[in-house]
């Protein structure tokens, strides 16, 4: 099962140089993926321009949205956006997207998050029309690039409700599941190779996900996790809290239990956003 590393583009007080170092420590130390946290309404660095930067300074480790508030993007830029990092990264990238669940991500977009379930789906749609080179919504030509990928990036998507689940099992090239034990990621892809099949296409692939953080760093995992997920309210903010991993053996037992259920992969993000959590990390795993 290969491993890899969230960049701490949503942690309080990171910065933009932060993150390309973060990115070429990554590589260097042999992590599998790159991950980012995305949202709109937070004071987080774009994730697809923390991926363009971070393309520029790496060259093997494969970089994935995990996972991006999508629907609340406009379809044709997305696709030019994505299809161009695709390129700056030489086909390393993996657009991982969600819905969500926070309607201020929408509004200040102007998109209908009531709607957002039908407009993920039309947008699928349109990302793998663009990355075909079909012109969209009546214009007279493509928006262009096509993307280094033929065909365009993988799609991975997340979420853990019925319809989610059905919209992986029928569209998706891999599943993200949501940072869970591994009984319960088990349940989850159980219904995703249920809708795969019901579909006549391939189970995608299943990947996980987890926080983490080593040392005492309390104090800053605490204002991570309460500001990040405020919306949620008291309960989830503890019940994020008390999933982290905490320590070397809890971060092993994670993974191998990861592995028994046939995760792939896992992008364990980062609550501390000191680079010695990504050597610590790597000293563990790798």
């Not at 930067?53 to 030019?80: F, G, H, N, Y």
């Not at 809290?241 to 896992?266: F, K």
Request: charged residues 25%.
């Amino acid at each position: 099962m290969d491993v890899g590393i969230g960049l701490p583009n949503a942690l309080e007080g990171v910065r933009g140089r932060a993150l390309v170092d973060w990115a070429a420590a990554a590589e260097d130390r042999g992590f599998a993926v790159l991950g980012t946290i995305g949202r709109i309404v937070f004071d987080t660095h774009e994730e697809l321009m923390a991926f363009a930067a971070a393309a520029a300074v790496t060259e093997r480790i494969a970089l994935m949205s995990t996972v991006m508030v999508a629907p609340a993007r406009q379809p044709a830029l997305l696709a030019k956006q994505v299809a161009t990092l695709d390129h700056i990264a030489e086909g390393r990238f993996r657009l991982g997207m969600g819905a969500g669940g926070r309607r201020d991500d929408y509004v200040v977009l102007d998109r209908d998050f009531d709607a957002r379930g039908a407009l993920f789906d039309a947008e699928i749609d349109k990302l793998r029309a663009a990355w075909r080179g079909e012109a969209l919504d009546g214009a007279d030509a493509p928006v262009g690039p096509l993307p280094f990928t033929e065909g365009g990036p993988p799609i991975v998507l997340g979420g853990g409700g019925p319809r989610a689940l059905r919209r992986v099992g029928e569209r998706a090239d891999a599943y993200l599941a949501p940072p869970a034990p591994a009984g319960h990621v088990a349940q989850l892809y159980a219904d995703v190779r249920d809708a795969a099949d019901a579909a006549g296409r391939p189970t995608p692939r299943l990947l996980g996900v987890r926080y983490f953080a080593l040392g005492d760093v309390d104090d800053e995992v605490r204002r991570n996790v309460s500001s990040y997920y405020a919306f949620g309210g008291p309960a989830f903010i503890e019940r994020t809290y008390d999933s982290v991993l905490r320590t070397p053996d809890a971060i092993s037992e994670a993974l191998q239990a990861y592995a028994d259920i046939g995760v792939e992969e896992v992008c364990l993000w980062p609550l501390s956003a000191g680079q010695d959590q990504l050597h610590a990390l790597a000293d563990i795993t790798l």
